[in-house]
């Protein structure tokens, strides 16, 4: 399938809504039980405040919950590629990058 036939495939637009507010919601979820869980396990010491400024802790925190998130929409997209659903593989597409433009936001959303 090329991208002139992807454009020209009908949009679901009510399901990418759906679909978008759904999947942020549960990101901000992952980032809130993140937190909790961080701090359940090293509590607020002085070790806990080392361990929060390593680099892959910081990056952990930071990006896990995208990567859980788009990890599931492509393979998502890639399911419905192989099965020919284009109409939910361009709507899954679309949630992808309004998710990924969200990311981007998300230090003035919080």
């Given at each position: 399938?090329?991208l002139?036939?992807?454009?020209?495939?009908?949009?679901?637009?009510?399901?990418?809504?759906?679909?978008?507010v759904?999947?942020?919601?549960?990101?901000?979820?992952?980032?809130?039980?993140?937190?909790?869980?961080?701090?359940?396990?090293?509590?607020?010491?002085?070790?806990?405040?080392?361990?929060?400024?390593?680099?892959?802790?910081?990056?952990?925190?930071?990006?896990?919950?995208?990567?859980i998130?788009?990890?599931?929409?492509?393979?998502?997209?890639?399911?419905?590629?192989?099965?020919?659903?284009?109409?939910?593989?361009?709507?899954?597409?679309?949630?992808?990058?309004?998710?990924?433009?969200?990311?981007?936001?998300?230090?003035?959303?919080?």
């Open positions: 399938m090329n002139q036939k992807l454009s020209k495939l009908e949009t679901e637009y009510k399901s990418i809504a759906i679909k978008s759904l999947l942020f919601v549960i990101f901000l979820l992952l980032f809130v039980i993140e937190i909790f869980a961080f701090w359940g396990i090293y509590g607020e010491s002085a070790t806990a405040s080392r361990i929060s400024e390593i680099w892959y802790v910081e990056i952990i925190l930071d990006y896990l919950p995208i990567v998130i788009s990890g599931y929409l492509m393979i998502q997209i890639f399911i419905n590629v192989n099965e020919q659903k284009y109409i939910k593989s361009k709507t899954n597409i679309a949630t992808l990058v309004i998710l990924m433009i969200l990311f981007m936001l998300r230090n003035e959303i919080q």
